[in-house]
């Protein structure tokens, strides 16, 4: 069985903690079960993952993927030569 720290268990229950309520659009696992991506009602990705850390130890992960927003139109510029 792998021990989680507490700081661990913090992270990840506070990202989960800005997820509630969402609506959840679509879900897929990883191949290698290693992997779980929700994809979000409103276009954010939450991913949770098992990965290695330095000693070999598992380590939980969960990463928020914002939307991109919406930028501005570019100011395009033009250079004369002479």
């Known amino acids: ?6 700081m661990e268990l913090r992270r990840v229950a506070d990202a989960l903690g800005t997820l ?12 290698d079960r290693r992997q779980l991506r929700f ?10 993952g098992i990965a290695a850390d330095a000693e070999g130890r598992a380590r939980l992960e969960l990463d928020l993927i914002e939307r991109p927003q919406a930028s501005a139109p570019q100011l395009e510029v033009g250079f004369e030569t002479a």
């Open 1 to 6: 069985m792998t021990h989680l720290s507490f």
């Open 39 to 48: 994809e979000l009602a409103d276009g954010r990705l939450a991913v949770v």
């Open 20 to 31: 509630r309520g969402a609506q959840i659009a679509d879900a897929m696992m990883r191949g």
